[in-house]
Structure formats: structure tokens, C-alpha cells
């Protein structure tokens, strides 16, 4: 698989950041299922058969690296009815 990673501002629920985000040209059934839009770990991202895709920083880990979130913490509650709740930054 190939890409291309692009520089863009991000908002989430009042957070901006600078985000690097990703095109991909492609499938590949070896890019693991992890993570809850953007908030896996920066090893979860593209695996090492992917070089060219391995700049691709997490939009949380890019939230705390740009002192956005007042704390490098998050929380996601989900429930069995569709609702839930995401807290960035802080505790709910």
C-alpha cells in the first residue's frame, strides 16, 4: 500500500491542531484495527512494511504535543443503547 500524509488543521469539539492525515492508494489486510478515531498510539499507526506512511502522528498524541489538552488524558464511555461520551484533556 502507498499514500500520501498531509498537513491540515484539525477541529474536534473545540481542539485544533496542526494534524497530519493520510490518503491511502489502497488496501492492505496487515494495518491492525486499533484505536477509536485517532486516539491509538503512534506504534499502532501503519506498520514498519509501510515506511512512507510511518510520519502519521495520532491527532490525540499531536493534541498533547501541541499543549492543546490542558492534561494528556483521555476518556471514551460507550454503552449498549448507542450512546456515550468522550472527554479530552481531562476527566469527566
Known sequence: MTGTLYTDQITYGGLTATQVIGSANGTAALIPSNGIIG????????PLQYPNL????????????????????FGVALTDSGSGILALGELD
Open 39 to 46: 486516539f491509538s498510539k503512534q506504534e499502532a499507526q501503519f
Open 54 to 73: 510511518t510520519n502519521a502522528t495520532p491527532f490525540f498524541d499531536t493534541l498533547c504535543a501541541q499543549n492543546v489538552v490542558s492534561e494528556c488524558r
